[in-house]
Structure formats: C-alpha cells, structure tokens
C-alpha cells in the first residue's frame, strides 16, 4: 500500500463496510452494542450541585444605609451578616471589580472592604466641592 493510495482503499474499505452493515442486520446489532453502551451513559443527566446561592437581604442597601447612618451604622447592620452574605452584597452592588475579596473567610475583613467602597462611591465628586 502505498502513502497515495492509502486514503482511497480505507474510504473503499469504510464504504464496502457501510454497505454490509446496511444489508447484515446480525452484523449492524453486533457492531452497534459499543455505541448502545456510549449513548446510555451519555444520556444520563449529569448530576449537579445543589449549592444553594446566598443572595443579598431584601431591602439592603449599603448605599441608604450609610447615608443614613454613616460608618458606623453600616458596620452594625453589616455585622449581622455571615461572610457569604457579606460577599454576596459585594457581588451585587458591584463594590470591588477585582473581586480581589472572593477567597476571603473573616467577616470582619469583608465588612471593612464593604464600608470603604460604600464611603468611597458616596464621596466621589466631592473634591471640588
């Protein structure tokens, strides 16, 4: 067999085999039993986690809250909240864009990256004021 000739005599062969399956119903029930086996493990649903999302308290915003309040008040109200709250609050208020906070576990660190972005954000501007 040459390298020229080898595609054409493996198409020849693949078409020759294409037909006989056609034709040999014992051969096709033969030759299909590895796929039976590929589609029913591919068919069942894959199992996903039941992870359920922490959302951000109804009502809650840090925004409203420092402004009525100020630092202070927001540390109080924030200090009621686990970190996966308090990350969630993150998230949603669009606090830091790094989301340099994500690997983050003391509740205390995260409220204090809440307030100077809440503090931040509410002085903007205010510079030639």
Same mark, same amino acid.
Do not use: C
């Given at each position: &067999?040459?390298?020229? #000739?080898?595609?054409?005599? &493996?198409?020849? !062969?693949?078409?020759?085999?294409? #037909?006989?399956?056609? #034709?040999?119903?014992? &051969?096709?029930?033969?030759? +299909?039993?590895? $796929?039976?086996? &590929? *589609?029913?493990? +591919?068919? @069942?649903?894959?199992?996903?986690? @039941?992870?359920? @999302?922490?959302?951000?308290?109804?009502?809650?915003?840090? !925004?409203?809250?420092?402004?009525? /309040?100020?630092? *202070? %008040?927001?540390?109080?109200?924030? *200090?009621? $909240?686990?970190?996966?709250?308090? /990350?969630?609050?993150?998230?949603? !208020?669009?606090?830091?864009?790094?989301?340099?906070?994500?690997?983050?576990?003391?509740?205390?660190?995260?409220?204090?990256? *809440?307030?100077?972005?809440?503090?931040?954000?509410? #002085?903007? %501007?205010?510079? !030639?004021?």
């Amino acid at each position: &067999m040459s390298k020229d #000739n080898m595609g054409k005599q &493996m198409a020849d !062969f693949l078409r020759l085999l294409a #037909n006989e399956i056609e #034709n040999n119903q014992a &051969m096709a029930k033969r030759l +299909s039993a590895p $796929f039976e086996e &590929m *589609i029913q493990v +591919s068919s @069942k649903p894959a199992v996903k986690s @039941k992870k359920e @999302k922490v959302r951000v308290p109804e009502g809650f915003d840090p !925004f409203k809250v420092y402004y009525d /309040k100020g630092a *202070i %008040g927001l540390h109080s109200e924030l *200090i009621e $909240f686990d970190a996966q709250t308090l /990350k969630a609050i993150l998230t949603y !208020f669009s606090l830091d864009p790094s989301r340099s906070y994500t690997r983050w576990r003391k509740q205390e660190r995260l409220i204090s990256l *809440i307030i100077e972005k809440v503090k931040s954000s509410s #002085n903007k %501007g205010q510079a !030639f004021s």
